[in-house]
Structure formats: C-alpha cells, structure tokens
C-alpha cells in the first residue's frame, strides 16, 4: 500500500522569499514520486518527477525537489517565490504496482499563497 | 509534448440527462487513461482506470452504470454520466499516460459539470 501526506494544507510566503512544500510517503517498494501543480479550474500540471535516477530533481518554472529516502519525503523547493507560483500543489506516489495500472495516490495538497 | 485535451471545459444540464466528456492525448497514444472526480478544496478521487480495448476497472463505491467509460483507441476515452442528478455536480479530470509506472500522467483541464 502507497500513501503520501502533505503537511500544511496552507502555505504563505512573501515574493522572493523560499517556498517549501512537505510531502511524505509511504511505499512498500521503491517509488516513484510526483509534483503537480494546479491552478483554479484547470487539470494539473507536472512540475517533476522522481523515477530512481538523481535524487535532486529539478523541474520547470525553478522548481526542483529532492528524494531522502531514510526521511521518506520528497519536499518541494523553490528559492524564490513570484506571484504567479500561487496555485494548489499535489504531491503523488506511484509504487509501480497495480496490475500494470501503475496508479498514483495523491496527498490531500497544499495551497500556495504568495504576498507581495 | 504530451498534451492532453479534455472536452467540454464546463456543461450545465437539467436532472435525468446523460452527458459525455470526452478526452484525448494529442501528441502521444495513451495506454492508460484514469478518470478523477474533484470536490471543492479537495484533492482527486480516482473513479476508474481504463487500458484501450479493455473494460473500465472501478474504484469501490464508483456506480460502473452511471459513470459509463469507453476507451476505444490510443488516443481517445470518454466518460458518460448517464441520468445526471444535483449530487454528480463536480469537477472531473481526466489523465493519460503511455509506458510503465515511472511514467506521468498527463492531465486534461477538466470539465466543470454543474446539475440543475
């Protein structure tokens, strides 16, 4: 069984200032892991992915997220937030089984809010 | 690449009609489509995974006779809510992917469907 939690459902940051996102998970092998990004009434957005190479993944828009996997997290890092990083961030675990569904598990997502 | 577009983007429908969503990978053939359902505030509920040429699999509690899936090429699946009633109101996405598990989904921009 997967499962990811996302710790803060609600994140502020000033513009310019580090965003950081918590994401946690639990696999019961190796995982493969997932950052989407959401803005209002749109589908989502893959920011990055984690698939067993490097364990500092670097994504679009500056973003990048590293795999430690004696913490099982998967925090997502931007140094400097812009107004247009507000959105709903989802972070996803997909263990690789499922009968070659491969499905994710997304966390509950955190909310990203930037002040000028 | 791997654009995925998902049809109508919002629908307004009286109780007892059916509505059909459509989506389609633009760029790439989808050997795994996913239907999500998303409540306000919250994150996606998997409703069903459907592999082309193959019967929809069902997550529990997902009604297989109002929640029709059809996936019948690489490209295209589609979801039919059948006898719409207020409490199927929701935002429904869809998702993509080709390959195995540590491949992205890639997701549609959802279809906002509201019940009168």
């Known amino acids: 069984a997967q499962s990811v939690t996302q710790l803060g459902s609600h994140v502020s940051v000033s513009e310019g200032a580090l965003v950081l996102l918590r994401c946690n998970y639990s696999?019961?092998?190796?995982?493969?892991l997932f950052w989407y990004v959401q803005y209002p009434n749109q589908g989502l957005q893959l920011l990055l992915k984690?698939?067993?190479?490097?364990?500092l993944v670097k994504g679009i828009n500056g973003f990048e997220a590293e795999f430690k996997k004696s913490e099982t997290s998967f925090h997502l890092t931007k140094p400097s937030a812009h107004m247009s990083d507000a959105a709903e961030y989802f972070c996803a675990v997909s263990d690789g089984t499922g009968a070659g569904s491969y499905q994710l598990t997304f966390g509950k997502g955190t909310k990203l809010s930037v002040i000028p | 690449g791997a654009v995925v577009s998902q049809h109508p983007s919002w629908v307004i429908c009286k109780s007892g009609t059916s509505v059909k969503i459509e989506c389609r990978s633009l760029d790439f053939q989808a050997t795994t489509m996913f239907w999500y359902r998303q409540f306000p505030k919250q994150s996606l509920m998997l409703m069903a995974t459907?592999?082309?040429?193959?019967?929809?699999?069902?997550e529990q509690g997902v009604e297989k006779d109002k929640f029709l899936i059809n996936h019948a090429s690489l490209t295209l699946s589609t979801l039919t809510v059948t006898s719409a009633h207020p409490e199927d109101s929701s935002f429904y996405i869809c998702s993509a992917r080709t390959g195995g598990a540590g491949q992205p989904q890639h997701f549609g921009d959802g279809t906002r469907l509201s019940i009168l």
């Open positions: 984690y698939t067993s190479a490097a364990t």
């Open positions: 459907s592999n082309e040429g193959s019967k929809a699999t069902y």
């Open positions: 696999s019961s092998v190796p995982p493969y």
